[in-house]
C-alpha cells in the first residue's frame, strides 16, 4: 500500500533501504534513503564528522558497537544512536538537553520537508572535539533557508470570501454615494420647480389683483372681461342731509365681491330720475319730495341696479361718527371757515393740505362745503372724501362695526338694520384699507340724462347697470318754477301738463312774480312753448325765447297771473 514503508522494510523492488529520521508536522514518519553498501566496515555518514565505523555521540573516538539495524535486513549499516527526543546525547546520559525541533529550526536553516520522498536534513549536536580532530565537515553544497519559506502548503493564500465581501462593501458604499448623489439632485429639482409653481402663482395672483407695479387697473381690466351679471355686487345709497344749511348730497356705496373692489358713486343732484307716477325730476328733488323709497326705486330704474338700503346720514351722525372711529385723514382742496365763527376774518376750521386730521365737526364742515361760483359736484367731491377716509378707520370687524352704528342711535331705512348696515361697512372698511377702494363721480349732462361716457365707464362697469335716463323723444320736458305765491299752483299746474302729454319737472317755489312766462331754448322748441303756455291757459304773448333749465325743453315760471283751471 505504501512504496515508502516496503521500501524500507525490504519489499522495493530496487532493494533501497530506508531510515527514520523524525515524524513531519502531521505525525507520519519521515524516512531517508540510504545507499548500498559496499563493504562491511563502512559506514554513512552524512556529516562526515567520524572517520571511523558508529557514531559517537561524544565525540570521544572510541569505536562503537555495530550498526543497528533496525529492521532487521540483515544489511550492515552505520545506525547512529537514535534519541527520540533529541537531547543531543546518548540515552540515559545527561549532557545539556536540546528541544525537540521537528522542522529543523535549530539546525542550519533548511525547507521543511513536505512529501517523504524529500531527504531531511537533521543536524546532530557534536560533543567536544578530540585533540588534533579535523572537525571541518567536507565540501558540501551551501543550504540558505529562510524561515518564510516555512508555509504550510494546505493553507490558502487568503480567503476569497473576505476578498468578496471587501468587493461587496465597496460596490455597496459606491452605490450608496451614488444613490444619496441622485436622491440629492431629485430633491434639488423638486425644490427649484416648488419655487417657481410658487413664483408664478404669486405673480398670477399680483395680476390678476391688479397689485403689479404698473399694472394697477389690470384687475378692472379683467373685470370688463367678465359679464356684468356674472358679478356680484352689494348696494346701498347714502343720503347726506344738512340741517343747518338744507341741501342734500348722494352717493352709492358698491361692494364687488367678485372681483374684491370697493366703490362710492358720487351722484349729481342734477341727475335726472322719473317718479312712480312718470313725472320726470332731478335727484335733488327727488330726495325732498319722494323720500327714500321712491328715490332709490327712481335710481334703480335710471342706473339698472339693485340697491338694498338707504341709509339717511344727518350732518350731526356724521359729526357724531367721525369721532367714534377717532378722527380722519383727508387731503383737502380748500380753506373751510369755521360756520360758528361769528367774527369774520376768523381762521379757517379746516386748513388746505394733504394728509390734514380732521374731528367730527371739521370733517362735517368740510364735506358740506361749496365756495362761492362753485359747481355742486365740488362738494360732493368733499363729500366722498370724508366717506373714504371714514372707511379707512372704521373697523373691519362686523361685530364692532355693528356696535359703532348702534352707538350713532339714528332711525335707519326699515329695510336696513344695524346688523345689515355694520356688517356692509366692515367689508368697506377692509377694502379701503387694503387700497382697493376708489371714489368716482356719475358724469351727468346738463339736461340731468347720462353721457355715453358714464353709461361705459361708470353705470356698466362699476354698478353692473344699464342707463336708462327719461327718453327725451318721448314728451316735451317742461320745468315749472312757482311764483305766484301760493303753493297748490304746482300740483295743479303738474296735472294739466301730465293731461296734455308733457313731462313734468318740478322746479320748487320763488319770489312771487307778477307775470308768467314761458321760455324755450332753440326755435325747434317754439312750437312746444306755445302749446304748453295754451294748455296752463297763459297768454301766447308770455312765450319768449331764453335760457332754460339744463333738464327741460321749456321753463315755465307761474306768476301771480296765472290762474288755475277750476277743473
Known sequence: MNDRYDAGHGGGDQGDQYELVGYDEYGRPVYRPVAPQQAPQQQYDPYAQQQGYGYDPYATGTQQAPPYDPYGTGRQQ???????????????????????????????????????????????????????????????????????????????????EDVIDWLNFTENR?????????????????????????????????????KLPGLSTSHSTTGKATAAGAQNRDVIVVHLHNTKKGGTSTALLVDNTTTKQGTTVLLPNSLAVTDDDGTSTTLAKSVDEDGSSGTRDALDTVLGTD?????????????????????????????????????????????????????????????????????????????????????????????AATTTVQTLAQILDPSLTDKDLG????????????????????????????????????????????????????????????????????????????????????????????????????????????????TLGLPTSSVVKGRTASNADVSVTLGQDYKPSSS
Do not use: C
Request: charged fraction near 20%; aromatic fraction near 6%.
Open 78 to 160: 552505520a545506525a547512529p544512536s537514535y534519541d527520540p527526543y533529541a537531547t543531543g546525547g546518548p540515552q540515559g546520559g545527561a549532557p545539556a538537553q536540546q528541544p525537540y525541533d521537528p522542522y529543523g529550526q535549530t539546525a542550519a536553516s533548511g525547507q521543511q520537508p513536505r512529501a517523504a520522498e524529500q531527504t531531511a536534513y537533521i543536524p546532530q549536536q557534536a560533543g567536544p572535539a578530540a585533540p588534533g580532530e579535523d572537525t571541518t565537515p567536507p565540501s558540501q553544497p551551501e543550504r540558505h533557508y529562510r524561515t518564510e519559506q516555512f508555509a504550510f502548503v494546505e493553507e490558502a493564500d487568503g480567503d476569497p
Open 423 to 534: 356688517t356692509f361697512l366692515a367689508k368697506l372698511a377692509d377694502l379701503a384699507k387694503g387700497g382697493d377702494y376708489k371714489t368716482a363721480l356719475l358724469p351727468v349732462q346738463g339736461d340731468g340724462t347720462l353721457s355715453a361716457q358714464a353709461a361705459a365707464s361708470v353705470v356698466k362697469d362699476v354698478l353692473g347697470g344699464t342707463a336708462k335716463s327719461p327718453d327725451q323723444g318721448s314728451a316735451v320736458r317742461v320745468h315749472v318754477e312757482n311764483a305766484s305765491g301760493v303753493k297748490d299752483d304746482t300740483e295743479k299746474a303738474r296735472v294739466v301738463l301730465l293731461n296734455g302729454g308733457f313731462t313734468f319737472l318740478g322746479g320748487g317755489t320763488t319770489t312771487p312774480t307778477a307775470t308768467s312766462k314761458v321760455v324755450y331754448g332753440s326755435a325747434a322748441d317754439k312750437e312746444n312753448a306755445t302749446e304748453v303756455a295754451k
Open 174 to 210: 459606491t452605490e450608496r454615494r451614488e444613490e444619496a448623489k441622485r436622491r440629492a439632485r431629485s430633491r434639488l429639482i423638486a425644490l427649484v420647480v416648488v419655487l417657481a409653481l410658487v413664483a408664478v402663482g404669486g405673480v398670477g395672483y399680483l395680476w390678476y389683483a391688479g
Open 307 to 399: 340697491i338694498e338700503g338707504t341709509w339717511r346720514l344727518d350732518t350731526p351722525y356724521l359729526q357724531n361718527l367721525v369721532d367714534l372711529v377717532g378722527n380722519i385723514e383727508v387731503d383737502t382742496n380748500a380753506d373751510v371757515p369755521d360756520p360758528d365763527a361769528k367774527k369774520k376774518g376768523t381762521a379757517p376750521l379746516v386748513h388746505k393740505g394733504s394728509n390734514q386730521t380732521l374731528s367730527g365737526k371739521m370733517a362735517v364742515a368740510y364735506a358740506t362745503y361749496r365756495a362761492s361760483g362753485e359747481a355742486q359736484n365740488a362738494q360732493l367731491e368733499r363729500f366722498g372724501q370724508v366717506m373714504q377716509g371714514v372707511l379707512r378707520k372704521l373697523s373691519s370687524d362686523p361685530t
